[in-house]
T-cell receptor, first 116, second 109 residues
Framework: GAVVSQHPSWVICKSGTSVKIECRSL??????MFWYRQFPKQSLMLMAT?????????EQGVEKDKFLINHASLTLSTLTVTSAHPEDSSFYIC????????????FGQGTRLTVV | RKEVEQDPGPFNVPEGATVAFNCTYS??????FFWYRQDCRKEPKLLMS???SGNEDGRFTAQLNRASQYISLLIRDSKLSDSATYLC??????????FGQGTELSVKP
């Protein structure tokens, strides 16, 4: 099946610094990518949806200036957590799919972010 | 009301039991439906897509009821290895992929 590679798989950073997470589709063109966040024992919450070449659409309550999403190509999307704080510590995961509405979504391996 | 809701867990069942999960959705124009499985601290993995006519894959059966706006997952002859969190994923008309909150299944010997 299709592969989505997410990097890094885990990161520890100091409070106030920024962290960039990359999500790459390795063998298909991801016209749409989704970014999720999952706190312990909670569900995967959609943060934003991005289409290649367009600005991301953020869900209510997600600060677009804090979580910068770039989807500059059909194979790469990045999420940058700016000025990270301990409450941003979470499991971040990306998903990608091709254009067809009935195709499954493929998930990256996830990034476990810990802000200290 | 959440756009996608699942049965609350956890479900604790003995090996060999049959267990069923439901997932309701509020947007009647939702287009695609999937069941995913998530093991602890890992990314979700596709278990099966849900087709209008219903579909079966070994011990797993998925069904879609558009009139009542829910999908279901039936697991027969549960194995210890089936223990995981089961998530429904729905592609809504607005182009978003929305997860249910997940149902935790624990299969005991």
């Amino acid at each position: 099946g299709a592969v989505v590679s997410q990097h890094p798989s885990w990161v520890i950073c100091k409070s106030g610094t920024s962290v960039k997470i990359e999500c790459r589709s390795l063998d298909f063109q991801a016209t749409t990518m989704f970014w999720y966040r999952q706190f312990p024992k909670q569900s995967l919450m959609l943060m934003a949806t991005s289409n290649e070449g367009s600005k991301a659409t953020y869900e209510q309550g997600v600060e677009k200036d804090k979580f910068l999403i770039n989807h500059a190509s059909l194979t790469l999307s990045t999420l940058t957590v700016t000025s990270a704080h301990p409450e941003d510590s979470s499991f971040y995961i990306c998903s990608a799919r091709e254009g067809s509405r009935n195709t499954e979504a493929f998930f990256g391996q996830g990034t476990r972010l810990t802000v200290v | 009301r959440k756009e996608v809701e699942q049965d609350p867990g956890p479900f604790n069942v003995p090996e060999g039991a049959t267990v069923a999960f439901n997932c309701t959705y509020s947007n009647s124009a939702s287009q695609s439906f999937f069941w995913y499985r998530q093991d602890c601290r890992k990314e979700p993995k596709l278990l099966m897509s849900v087709y209008s006519s219903g579909n079966e894959d070994g011990r797993f059966t998925a069904q879609l009821n558009r009139a009542s706006q829910y999908i279901s997952l039936l697991i027969r002859d549960s194995k210890l290895s089936d223990s995981a969190t089961y998530l429904c994923l729905i592609y809504n008309q607005g182009g978003k992929l929305i997860f249910g909150q997940g149902t935790e299944l624990s299969v005991k010997p």
